[in-house]
């Protein structure tokens, strides 16, 4: 991942009129071309906002920082609110997006670390993002990086898959409080979680709490409560996947 | 002697105090060794408990943040079990790990199958990148680590036997090397079975060459062989037979040859037992290496006695033979 001059220069340019969330409906019409989109898409885009407009220490100018916050997108499928929000706030460039998918495009419909500038990881495929962030955490500690705050979006249905329960029943006791995880809860699971997904992680010593997935100052707040030695998870919830 | 398992923590253990980029992530197995690195280097020497695909996803997440993690467990469950976050994790993520595996084919056969693995190498063929070390002794194995986490931030397998040649031959990381010249045939020896190759092709005139690092394979050296032993070469791997075949035909691409793939058969045995009884189980012993080697290649006992004596090929598998 690189920061490059030409990604500075769309910043300034497009940061006065992209950088609201009343922006990111356009900037996704600009990959879909129609006004709707499909749940996986917009399922993320109020935590996503929150996170990288008011939580996350990391821009374009950092975004090679070592001591910058990571963004891991574990949930890489329905990527274009993710691609809204890069846009929106300067990592890609604007015009990329009507590429969405093609072949000369970097923009894929999964994101690709290698070609998208800011994208921590590449993901499609589900359950690797929560020990990847693991792993994260664990190599800034190593080196004395305590400052920086690693984040992770995954799926309800995504945790599923039993990599995370590794992860999760490891960072709890290992006490790995710069991991934070947000849970994208939209009723996908065949088999939900019994007692529900916040559970599951504080049975394995997590902070958890569990807000209204659209509610930008409930997310806020629960991004930014304090979780001494222990890592955080944020289930949020939004409209059923089948609605 | 040590085996090459029991060289490992100490080396990398010493390698933790030279250079604070290296960090070793473990899920119990071999956790033992590391406990004055652990003491020493609290927050590099990371056991995750017994969760492999946690294991090579925190490895690549070390990775990401500059770190060069050394990945350690049995092979079965380094390279088979998590092997799609080899693939991603690592690969697609486009950083790198040493991974460091024990047990190899079969180190221990009374422990069954759920503890061999044969087809480590054949899968990290199916990805791109991947350097491959095969020692055949644990000081070949002390070299060739300190040559793996010393490769920036490459790809690579390190694969520890207990089976070990009688002493170490020198080894670079990357090229073969010469151990036998002969006219009639190249062998070449994959690790721990330099011994056996070396029994079995006594008094034979063919060139043996010694593989430590297997991908890439050396192509040159390969070529320089067959200009005076011939096109016809016979690989003896202590894997899957025939892994290697492709990246023989591949260096001689330009050459009508033949190759002979040996190694561990594809067919689960079934069987407990010692690694001398798998040895012979697989044909990977000195006398079938010996009747297989001579009956592929048509050489003849030297010195050269009277009357030809045409040894039957023996044990041959479909597939592992190519004509090109």
Do not use: C
Not at chain 1, 126 to 153: C, E, F, K, N
Request: hydrophobic content about 40%; cysteine-free; glycine content about 10%.
């Amino acid at each position: 991942m690189t920061t490059t001059a030409a990604g500075h220069r769309h910043m300034d340019r497009y940061e006065q009129e992209h950088d609201s969330y009343e922006a990111l409906p356009g900037l996704m019409r600009l990959m879909s071309g129609d006004e709707k989109h499909g749940p996986a898409a917009t399922s993320t885009l109020d935590a996503l906002w929150v996170l990288y407009d008011q939580v996350l220490r990391v821009d374009p100018a950092t975004a090679d920082a070592p001591g910058r916050d990571r963004f891991l997108l574990s949930k890489g499928h329905g990527p274009m609110a993710y691609y809204a929000v890069l846009a929106a706030k300067g990592f890609v460039p604007a015009g990329w997006l009507p590429g969405f998918g093609s072949y000369d495009s970097p923009l894929g419909h999964h994101p690709d670390r290698v070609l998208v500038p800011g994208a921590e990881i590449g993901s499609g495929s589900l359950g690797h993002g929560l020990p990847i962030a693991v792993g994260t955490a664990l190599g800034l500690r190593a080196q004395g990086l305590d400052d920086p705050h690693v984040w992770v979006l995954v799926g309800d249905a995504e945790l599923d898959e039993g990599s995370n329960h590794e992860a999760i029943a490891y960072a709890g006791p290992a006490g790995l409080d710069r991991l934070h995880t947000v849970v994208i809860d939209n009723s996908s699971a065949s088999w939900a979680l019994p007692g529900g997904i916040a559970r599951r992680f504080e049975a394995a010593g997590w902070s958890a709490a569990t807000v209204d997935g659209r509610d930008h100052e409930a997310l806020y707040a629960a991004f930014t409560a304090p979780h001494p030695g222990r890592p955080r998870v944020v289930v949020a919830r939004v409209e059923p996947k089948d609605a | 002697m040590d085996s090459m398992r029991e060289r490992f923590a100490p080396v990398v253990s010493r390698l933790l105090d030279e250079d604070p980029r290296v960090a070793v992530v473990l899920a119990e197995i071999g956790l033992a060794g590391f406990e004055e690195a652990l003491r020493r280097h609290p927050d590099r020497v990371i056991n995750v408990g017994i969760r492999e695909q946690l294991l090579i996803g925190a490895g690549a997440g070390l990775a990401l943040t500059g770190l060069r993690p050394v990945v350690h467990t049995f092979a079965s469950f380094l390279v088979e079990r998590p092997f799609e976050q080899i693939k991603l994790d690592l690969g697609h993520q486009d950083v790198g790990a040493v991974l460091v595996s024990a047990a190899a084919s079969f180190d221990w056969p009374a422990g069954g199958f759920t503890h061999m693995s044969p087809g480590d190498v054949a899968l990290l063929d199916t990805l791109d990148g991947w350097t491959v070390h095969v020692p055949g002794h644990p000081d070949e194995a002390e070299t060739l680590l300190r040559h793996a986490v010393a490769a920036h931030d490459d790809k690579v397998y390190v694969r520890l036997s207990d089976q070990s040649n009688a002493r170490p031959r020198p080894v670079d990381g990357s090229r073969l090397r010469t151990v036998r010249e002969g006219r009639a045939g190249v062998v070449v020896a994959v690790g721990p079975l330099l011994d056996p190759v070396l029994a079995a092709t006594e008094g034979l005139d063919v060139t043996v060459l010694y593989a430590t690092t297997v991908r890439p394979l050396d192509p040159a050296a390969l070529r320089r062989a067959t200009d005076t032993a011939g096109t016809d070469v016979v690989l003896v791997e202590p894997y899957l037979a025939g892994t290697s075949t492709s990246a023989v035909n591949d260096a001689l691409a330009h050459l009508p040859h033949r190759v002979l793939g040996l190694g561990v058969g594809r067919r689960e045995l079934r069987r407990y037992g010692g690694v001398d009884e798998h040895m012979r189980a697989h044909g990977l012993d000195a006398r079938t290496l010996r009747e297989r080697i001579t009956g592929f290649l048509g050489v003849r006992e030297e010195p050269v006695r009277e009357g030809p004596v045409r040894e039957e090929p023996v044990g041959e598998e479909p597939g592992a033979r190519a004509r090109v």
